[in-house]
């Protein structure tokens, strides 16, 4: 009887600043993946004891995890992580994620029918930080939302979209996934290859993040166009039903805004594409199981 061909070898690409408090929860969930596959950390010159850990896990496990420094924007470090890769389609997976056990092996199933997989995000810690509406954004026919936390493609695609915009602050995902859709590629949902998101320990941080991805969407809009026309901002409205939630909404906007004020000569130039359809959805797919 023949035997079945080797698995082809997954990459997973981390990019990292400052996740001291939650690395090596990270790492030791890959290292439980299903191989074969290689950790890449690529570390933005954190101040806190991150590049410290990574190290320590790339001495111990040589042949599995590797660990670089570069800084700059997420984009850029994971282009640069996906430079020193060596596998045939890359797993990207975030500092403040652990993953479910059997997350890498549903996600290469994906991978055999698919050039993009998304898999299922699940929110722990401060519910209130992490269980609030999000807009969903459809471009023909598939959800371009996915965010990189839980996000894999195969490796000749990835190369031949030239990677993640290194401009963007935030929203680079969003970015990729619509070019990789313009590229005629599927994107398809796993909701068995589980990745639990850490959300942010206090309200400043919340704030924080909500003001960088209002800003990070202004720049999809200077680039992709006027994605979000056809979203009822009625309902948007309508949607903030708690004081956390309208806190993270003016956050959002005033990072909009401040990109329209500050943004100058470092607009991104304008890509020609189709319309996409927006729609409010709940965070249903981002809630933890029961």
């Known amino acids: 009887m023949a035997s079945e061909p080797p698995s082809p070898l997954i ?4 990019t990292v600043k400052n996740e001291g408090a939650h690395l090596a929860q990270l790492l030791d969930s890959l290292l439980a993946q299903e191989g074969p596959f290689e950790v890449v950390v690529v570390d933005a010159f954190s101040r806190d004891r991150t590049w410290e850990i990574a190290q320590e896990y790339a001495r ?4 599995l995890v590797r660990a670089y420094r570069r800084a700059g924007s997420r984009g850029i470090g994971r282009n640069v992580a996906v430079e020193h890769a060596r596998g045939t389609t890359i797993a990207f997976i975030d500092g403040d994620c652990f993953a479910d056990s059997r997350w890498l092996a549903t996600v290469r199933r994906g991978l055999a029918q698919s050039p993009v997989v998304a898999g299922r995000t699940v929110v722990v810690g401060k519910a209130k930080y992490g269980q609030l509406e999000r807009v969903e954004l459809f471009e ?4 371009v939302t996915y965010p990189s936390c839980n996000l894999a493609y195969r490796r000749d695609l990835f190369v031949r ?5 290194p401009r963007f602050v935030t929203a680079e995902d969003i970015d990729l996934n619509l070019r990789a859709v313009a ?8 909701p068995a290859a589980v990745v639990y998101h850490h959300v942010r320990s206090n309200f400043v941080r919340f704030l924080y993040q909500a003001f960088w991805n209002g800003y990070g969407r202004k720049q999809l809009t200077e680039k992709q166009g006027n994605l ?3 979203y009822r901002y009625r309902r948007l409205i309508s949607g903030q039903r708690t004081a956390i939630a309208w806190a993270r909404l ?3 906007m005033t990072g909009y805004l401040f990109r329209v004020l500050t943004a ?12 996409a359809r927006v729609r409010g959805a709940s965070s249903d797919d981002i809630r933890p199981s029961r």
């Open 11 to 14: 990459s997973i690409v981390i």
């Open 183 to 190: 590229a005629g590629a599927s994107i398809r949902y796993e």
């Open 140 to 143: 023909s026919g598939y959800d």
């Open 60 to 63: 111990r496990h040589p042949n």
């Open 228 to 230: 979000w026309g056809r």
């Open 161 to 165: 979209l030239g990677g993640f915009d």
């Open 264 to 275: 100058g000569d470092r607009r991104l130039d304008p890509v020609v594409r189709t319309s």
């Open 250 to 252: 003016a956050a959002a």
